[in-house]
């Protein structure tokens, strides 16, 4: 398939279907060298924005290049920035940046930012008006002032209320797509609206590192089994496949090397077996998603004893418009004492009231096995044990009747999902058997020590997602357990001194094994350092290694550590 090294937008202008991108570029001299650099190279698509904070040193550049006569004032590039900082008459393309409006506020510097309040949320104007917006920017383009207009981040229902009511199409929409983000959709419903469509973060964003989650697609076994094919560099064959998928790309370097092999794209065709292996690296994979910012899993049950306290963290959030309801991910239990068809309802709603929600995204049978329900002295229901120390359960459990409240209560919309923890196979099936609505979800301890596959497999065979618990081995529960250490153990540790990683980084080992990992942390840095496990992958060595690290040690164990005599209850899992 061959690939123009322009494309037409549909107000008659052309578009260089590779361009500089240099979002974070904020090194004078360095982004500097790299503009002159793309120049020479034949680059003639520069990406920028006000936001960027370096307009005013490509406009340095381009006048140069203008004053010198290397450029003609034909050359086609994006630049959003004031003309002034631009040093030009007009720009080619100016996008609204993002659909959403944020407050200006002035820095120190007396240049305009977006301002936040004293929490870190960022101050926003909800009256934000697309429409009229839009109108500006097609006064503009008739004066002159931009040749094209566009838009950046915006969906499908939002690009439509534009074309509904515009005099001046959009000519181009910018939005995140590389290979694990295939946004097809998009790129067809542009297509049909004849819109062009730049893709940012083509290569995965190596700047976003820092703060986001990056797919490690310039090392992806299949990208790098392509580029040797064709005898390419990984970023060579990823700009391409979304250049053959439609797309302007604009990788951003400041690296004269990556610069000159990011343009050298022209000269080699994936083939269909090529793009039809990277289109299964698709996984919807959004590094730059402005609510994942937020946007979370939270994982709690009315036996810790904290729902409260995250409702109240919630309702913040939600109040202050940090974050939507369907931004976040909550999953709670039913406890054990309320494994009574009579009680689901009276422990679901009070989960609720506790969380400060309407509905739960997860709501779990949190032990297959049923506890009587005791008062404690704060008035609130607890788990009641004998003189003797023995736990105090029934032993009448109907798993199914339970089952057939969770059931009614998802019809009800008080839970979108249902699923259960800490559940044998036998009373899975029979759950499966006689069930409506399919279990979603089962949580269970899995790590390293404890690599439960057969229950992997047995839920992969019935499209049930695993959530796996105890991923770290448990530092909680060293005071009362035995605990595995496996932050110390050697083989993790050398594993993630080879991958420079952390151990706790290194027991992603868990996520490639296919489960949900739910990792709890109160402090800070480990909170983050547990989200930073995408962008590296642990070879077929590195999974043999930790496999041999299983010697079925369980950390809960009921019987041992929380209900003694529990072993004695007729669906005691293990």
């Not at 904070?53 to 006569?69: A, C, P, Q, R, T």
């Not at 952390?502 to 990992?517: F, I, P």
Request: hydrophobic letters at 40%.
């Amino acid at each position: 398939m061959s690939v123009e090294m322009e494309v037409e937008l549909n107000n008659g202008y052309k578009m260089p279907v590779i361009g500089l991108g240099t979002w974070m570029a904020t090194d004078e001299d360095s982004l500097t060298a790299a503009v002159h650099e793309a120049l020479k190279l034949g680059y003639r698509h520069i990406d920028t924005a006000s936001a960027y904070d370096n307009e005013h040193v490509i406009g340095k550049v381009l006048k140069e290049w203008f004053d010198e006569g290397k450029l003609t004032q034909k050359v086609e590039k994006f630049l959003r920035r004031s003309l002034e900082a631009l040093q030009l008459d007009y720009v080619d393309m100016y996008l609204i940046h993002v659909p959403f409006t944020v407050v200006e506020h002035v820095g120190p510097n007396g240049q305009p930012f977006a301002g936040f309040k004293e929490d870190g949320t960022v101050y926003m104007d909800e009256s934000t008006d697309l429409v009229a917006i839009w109108k500006e920017f097609e006064k503009f383009q008739r004066q002159g002032l931009t040749r094209s207009i566009g838009v950046s981040d915006f969906n499908i229902n939002q690009i439509e209320r534009i074309l509904k009511n515009c005099e001046i199409r959009p000519s181009n929409h910018q939005f995140e797509y590389h290979a694990a983000l295939q946004v097809d959709d998009m790129v067809s419903f542009c297509k049909d609206n004849d819109i062009v469509c730049t893709g940012y973060a083509t290569l995965g964003s190596a700047a976003a590192s820092s703060f986001a989650e990056v797919p490690g697609l310039l090392y992806n076994s299949t990208v790098v089994e392509i580029a040797e094919k064709h005898k390419k560099t990984a970023a060579q064959v990823l700009l391409r496949h979304s250049l053959q998928k439609g797309l302007v790309v604009i990788p951003k370097s400041t690296n004269l090397e990556r610069v000159k092999e990011n343009f050298e794209i022209f000269d080699f065709e994936l083939d269909d077996e090529d793009m039809d292996a990277l289109a299964g690296l698709d996984c919807n994979f959004r590094i730059y998603n402005f609510e994942s910012l937020f946007k979370g899993h939270i994982d709690t049950a009315s036996g810790y004893y904290n729902e409260h306290v995250i409702g109240k963290v919630l309702k913040e959030w939600f109040d202050e418009g940090k974050l939507t309801r369907d931004e976040i991910f909550v999953t709670t239990k039913l406890p054990g004492y309320g494994n009574v068809p009579e009680k689901v309802e009276k422990f679901l709603r009070r989960s609720l009231e506790a969380l400060q929600l309407d509905y739960v995204d997860m709501y779990l049978i949190h032990v297959p096995f049923t506890l009587v329900e005791h008062v404690g002295p704060n008035g609130q229901p607890c788990v009641g044990f004998k003189e003797d120390g023995t736990v105090d359960m029934d032993e009448s459990t109907d798993l199914v009747a339970i089952w057939k409240e969770f059931e009614k209560f998802q019809r009800q919309g008080l839970t979108r999902s249902i699923g259960v923890s800490d559940f044998n196979m036998n009373q899975i099936e029979r759950i499966l058997k006689n069930c409506e609505i399919r279990p979603s979800n089962h949580q269970f301890e899995y790590h390293a020590a404890l690599q439960v596959d057969d229950m992997v497999s047995f839920c992969k065979d019935n499209d049930i997602v695993c959530t796996g618990y105890a991923t770290l081995g448990s530092g909680a529960a060293s005071s009362f357990a035995e605990v595995p250490g496996l932050l110390n153990n050697s083989t993790v540790v050398e594993i993630a001194e080879k991958h420079k990683k952390t151990a706790a980084q290194v027991l992603r080992h868990s996520v490639q094994k296919g489960l949900v990992v739910i990792p709890k942390s109160t402090n800070p840095e480990r909170v983050k350092e547990n989200f930073e496990i995408f962008d590296f992958e642990l070879d077929d060595e590195d999974m043999d290694a930790l496999a041999g690290l299983d010697c079925n040690f369980r950390i809960y164990d009921f019987e041992q550590y929380f209900f003694k005599g529990i072993k004695n209850h007729p669906e005691y899992p293990y």
